[in-house]
């Protein structure tokens, strides 16, 4: 009885609008696909949103809520991809090439996938900040360095996987896609969810509260390292030949721009940034032969341009969340000012302490992870506590 | 012998460039990501200037310049807005910037290579040791020379010089310096400065070794921060070490058949063990956190 | 002498040769509350970063109800039943009040769902939460806080963010508490009411109560007994009246 109450009470209809929204989209498209409306190039290109949000939830999961930064995503994706589609071509004479194999594929790149997530998690108990980022950073290339090299994964020219059944593949990543999200989401509102970000927030307090701080650790990248691993086979049963070249660092960073430009810590932000970058790099990849000949552009001009753009985007972003310079702006351009303002309510009233409330909820939740990050920097400038006895 | 040579060049080659990354470290506290693009823009430089008016001399200088220029100007427009923002922020700008500087290349060079090699031109010397004939090409011994030379004036600088001092001053405790009377944004500045004129150098070096294209400098980039860490980043005597150790280890990878092909993987895992031997790298001063 | 709680024995511990703390003997009695003063730098903090494993002691060693705890981790140490607040508030500050002192509950036994059940989100999941926040939100009226559980807990006032830290560690359940310097950066208003709560907590809740503190006043009308350290040596230890008036203390602070 108290467990249905505090279900009642705890259900928001803001913590599970995701869902609700993948589950539309899902129907839509079977709808879409029973008609016969859906091309093959939307099947690819849906597949590739749906992998893609796997990756940046995953990845999300260390930044945003453990605060570790890892740069070695594409990796963890790297070995899900090579396993998973090696098993998979293993046992296509036995199981057939049907969703079962497809499954079993999936859930032996996800569990090796976890095995590195579990061996790279251990420098991470040790290593923080930009030294962690930069072992990660080292593990994918060994990763790819290895895959290379390795005779039966087909060496340089990549691992030959057969392209899976378009229409299938796409429902199986859009309900991977919903089972991910879920888990680490109910994760994350859970008391094991709360540990994790009091680690974030403060480590030595965290500690100091007895909270186990190597099992969660262990658990956060061997949960996002799984489903990376998952991604890997998808994409891997998506475009038919897996390359290492594919999952060098720059994929990795590409992820965790989806992650940054959605807002680190949110999840939902993680799945839109996904959609658009990924659609974006798509449609500019393979612009329509129309507006590539009336601009008369060569081949990748256009990549190129895309190359640009976002960086130039990912730039202006992370300076108008961060820069002083623009603070101003931010404050005038507050969703939660507007809003107040439609209601004709006079934002001028709003009391300093309750506008900087306004402001931290409203704000992308970057800021928030950004800020404990300043404050303990300052912290250890300026601690007045000298635990060490000082001269005599 | 040869391979000791070429270690040692390719190990000052990265060693130089290393000296960018962990000079910044240590005193922006920030990853400059688009350090290996600078290589790159200054590679572009030598290129262009060589192929138009075909002067080595000449085309050195205006790479020194404009990779010296841009460094500074990266500085002024990315980072300074950024300068009390979290690490994250700032890292994620520098991959904006390396994407940006790398887009630009590509829009106006194309993706394909273009070879430069006047260093390569030069040669080679060859004498014999202990009976054997040794032939060791000009560049490399020109790279080696040239990167002691920065080097050591790099540690001259840093030591004896008013503005040496008051780096290291900003990279002790940044608002200690500044209450002190230093301009920390002005010494931010001279170390970005130093560090793009040393990639300068480090862009001229490799390009004799492979021609020049959009990702060109994103491997030794890569390297280079790699042997930062491990000699300890923000420690200038330790990015030299790690340069240097993770140039022999490359160069004596390759020259074994049995394992070349896995000298990427060899170099990084020598990258994680020293990590998890000593969280800080070889030279790295340790900062105890307080309770 | 079965109702000793804590004893160190000939506890110390060196920094590259600068010995912090040396030969440090206490014995902190069942439901005492129990004074570490001193000059700044005089070890104080550095005897709670041993006690709770954030230091290894170089020398000696501490035991909590006749336990040696030396060499555990800072979680296992939790775990026996010491809990502590920070001199320089270490707040989770990215979470609501509420939430700070359910991670302190985190590790009680009755909580003890693991990951896989709230990943999958079981019944038993939903229970625990229930039971959690009814338990944060009780503890939170101990001290006062419980109409700004639901504000960021960096948006607290100094006072506050105190209590809230010693809320917290009161959710794990401790046998012995260490505070260090609870009064610091209060009002006298406040330092009045901080008394009273730590009065109660010994008393309802069957705590002992390690604490440091600089407000002279705060600790000769808490404490039953209190230690003097100087440069890391025992200078005094007694009533408070017995050790405040020794003429070793007072030079320690006064000057000869």
């Given amino acids: ?392 | 012998m040869v391979t000791v040579i070429d270690g040692l060049s390719l190990g000052a080659i990265y060693a130089l460039i290393a000296l960018g990354y962990t000079m910044v470290y240590g005193i922006a506290k920030m990853l400059n990501f688009a350090h290996g693009d600078i290589i790159m823009v200054g590679a572009f430089a030598i290129f262009v200037t060589f192929s138009t008016l075909g002067h080595p001399l000449i085309a050195i200088l205006v790479a020194v310049v404009i990779c010296t220029v841009l460094g500074v100007t990266i500085e002024r427009l990315a980072y300074r807005p950024l300068r009390t923002a979290s690490p994250l922020a700032v890292l994620i700008t520098a991959i904006g910037v390396s994407y940006l500087l790398q887009g630009i290349a590509q829009l106006i060079f194309g993706a394909g290579n273009n070879p430069v090699n006047f260093l390569a031109s030069l040669g080679v010397v060859s004498f014999s040791l202990f009976g054997s004939q040794i032939n060791v090409s000009w560049s490399s011994i020109l790279t080696v020379g040239l990167g002691a030379i920065l080097m050591v004036g790099l540690t001259l600088f840093v030591k004896y010089t008013r503005t040496g001092r008051a780096m290291r001053a900003v990279s002790e405790d940044r608002g200690a310096a500044t209450l002190q009377g230093i301009d920390a944004n002005k010494i931010i500045m001279i170390t970005f400065a130093i560090g793009s004129f040393l990639a300068a150098f480090a862009s001229l070096f490799y390009l004799s070794k492979t021609p020049v294209n959009p990702t060109f400098g994103s491997m030794p980039g890569i390297k280079a921060f790699t042997a930062a860490v491990i000699g300890g980043i923000g420690s200038i005597p330790g990015a030299m070490l790690g340069g240097i150790l993770l140039g022999m280890i490359e160069t004596i990878c390759l020259s074994i058949p049995a394992i070349s092909s896995y000298t990427t993987a060899i170099e990084f895992s020598v990258l994680i063990i020293i990590l998890m031997i000593r969280p800080i790298g070889l030279l790295g001063k340790k900062r105890r956190v307080k309770v | 002498m079965n109702d000793v709680l804590l004893r160190t024995e000939n506890l110390g511990i060196s920094f590259g040769g600068l010995k912090a703390v040396e030969g440090l003997n206490l014995e902190v009695r069942k439901g005492q509350l129990y004074g570490l003063v001193g000059p700044n730098g005089a070890g104080k903090t550095t005897v709670f970063n041993m006690l709770t494993g954030v230091n290894l002691p170089t020398e000696g060693t501490f035991f909590l109800d006749g336990e040696e705890l030396r060499g555990k981790s800072q979680e296992a140490i939790n775990r026996k039943g010491i809990a502590r607040t920070f001199q320089n508030i270490r707040l989770f500050v990215n979470m609501s009040v509420v939430r700070n002192v359910m991670v302190g509950l985190h590790n009680q036994p009755e909580f003890h769902c693991n990951a896989f059940t709230s990943m999958f989100r079981l019944p038993r999941h939903y229970e625990e939460e229930a039971t959690m926040r009814d338990k944060a939100k009780e503890i939170l009226k101990i001290f006062d806080l419980y109409e700004e559980r639901n504000n960021l807990s960096c948006n607290l006032p100094y006072g506050k963010q105190r209590k809230l830290e010693i809320a917290r560690a009161l959710a794990t359940n401790p046998k012995l508490l260490l505070l260090d310097e609870p009064a610091a950066g209060m009002n006298p208003n406040e330092t009045e009411d901080l008394m009273t709560i730590v009065r109660r907590l010994r008393d309802e809740f069957d705590l002992t109560i390690l604490l440091i503190e600089h407000d002279m006043h705060f600790v000769s009308g808490l404490c039953d007994e209190i230690t003097v350290l100087n440069f890391g040596q025992t200078l005094a230890h007694g009533t408070p009246e017995e050790a405040l008036n020794d003429p070793e203390v007072i030079r320690a602070y006064i000057g000869n």
């Fill in chain 1, 1 to 392: 009885m108290k467990t249905l109450k505090y279900f009642k009470k705890q259900f928001a209809v803001k913590h599970f609008i995701s869902y609700f929204v993948l589950i539309g989209v899902i129907l839509v498209m079977a709808v879409l696909s029973a008609t016969g409306a859906l091309s093959r190039s939307a099947y690819s290109t849906l597949t590739k949103i749906g992998y893609s949000m796997i990756l940046a939830v995953s990845l999300n999961l260390v930044v945003g809520f453990l605060g570790e930064l890892s740069l070695g995503h594409a990796g963890f994706m790297c070995v899900g991809a090579y396993i998973g589609c090696f098993i998979f071509n293993l046992l296509e004479p036995v199981t057939g090439s049907g969703i079962l194999t497809l499954i079993i594929a999936m859930l032996s790149g996800g569990v090796s996938a976890a095995i590195f997530g579990f061996i790279i998690g251990v420098p991470a108990l040790r290593l923080r900040g930009d030294y962690l980022a930069i072992c990660t950073l080292a593990f994918g290339e060994i990763v790819r360095n290895v895959f290379k090299n390795l005779p039966f994964f087909g060496g340089a020219k990549g691992l030959n996987t057969g392209l899976f059944d378009r229409t299938t593949l796409l429902f199986v990543t859009l309900v991977t896609v919903l089972v991910v999200l879920a888990i680490v989401q109910n994760l994350i509102r859970s008391k094991h969810g709360r540990a994790i970000t009091a680690i974030r927030d403060n480590e030595i307090a965290a500690r100091a509260m007895g909270v186990n701080v190597t099992y969660y650790k262990l658990l956060v990248f061997v949960l996002s390292a799984f489903a990376a691993g998952l991604s890997g086979v998808l994409y891997g049963k998506a475009v038919g030949i897996i390359r290492q070249d594919n999952f060098s660092y720059n994929y990795s960073i590409e992820i965790l721009v989806m992650v940054v430009l959605g807002g680190i810590g949110s999840m939902n932000g993680s799945l839109i940034a996904a959609t658009i970058i990924t659609a974006v790099t798509v449609f500019l990849q393979n612009p329509p032969p129309a507006i590539r000949d009336a601009l008369n552009l060569g081949d990748d001009t256009l990549a190129i341009v895309k190359t640009i753009a976002y960086a130039v985007i990912l730039i202006l972003i992370i300076m108008y969340n961060n820069a002083p310079v623009f603070a101003g702006l931010r404050e005038k351009l507050s969703i939660k000012k507007l809003f107040a303002k439609f209601k004709k309510k006079d934002p001028g009233n709003i009391s300093a302490d309750e506008a900087k409330w306004d402001r931290i909820t409203t704000k992308i939740e970057m800021d928030e992870v950004l800020r404990v990050d300043v404050k303990k920097r300052e912290g250890e400038l300026t601690d007045p506590d000298k635990p060490e006895r000082g001269a005599k």
